[in-house]
Nanobody
Framework: QVQLVESGGGSVQTGGSLRLSCVTSGYTPTFNTMAWFRQAPGKEREGVAAVSGHYGGGVTAFYADSVQVRFTISRDGAKNAVDLQMNNLQPQDTATYFC????????????????????WGQGTRVTVSE
């Protein structure tokens, strides 16, 4: 059984920053792709950022347009871990953020598709006050 555990969520004011972390536990394959999704109340879960690449090699990141300038995703492939640095947070970023992973290479929009992932964390909540 694979577990993904997110941390780093909290409450900040508009313009603030947070760094989310996701680590794995239990039996874990080599996750070639790890990603962050978010879901706000009353909205569908949406892809935020993903990073993909062969173990020990370079990686390619893909971002949703809404966060491309402000957020940065980074991966530690050896540890099956991924972080999300979020800067200049806006009220629209308020959501529960979920970590996802898959032992496949994923690029482009497919890497931000909920349906492609088979491992998920429980989520960490981010609240951005105006």
């Amino acid at each position: 059984q694979v577990q993904l555990v997110e941390s780093g969520g909290g409450s900040v004011q508009t313009g603030g920053s947070l760094r989310l972390s996701c680590v794995t536990s239990g039996y874990t394959p080599t996750f070639n792709t790890m990603a962050w999704f978010r879901q706000a109340p009353g909205k569908e879960r949406e892809g935020v950022a993903a990073v993909s690449g062969h173990y020990g090699g370079g990686v390619t990141a893909f971002y949703a347009d809404s966060v491309q300038v402000r957020f940065t995703i980074s991966r530690d492939g050896a540890k099956n871990a991924v972080d999300l640095q979020m800067n200049n947070l806006q009220p629209q970023d308020t959501a529960t953020y979920f970590c996802a992973a898959k032992p496949r290479l994923l690029y482009g929009l497919g890497s931000l598709s909920v349906a492609t992932y088979n491992a998920w964390g429980q989520g960490t909540r981010v609240t951005v006050s105006e």
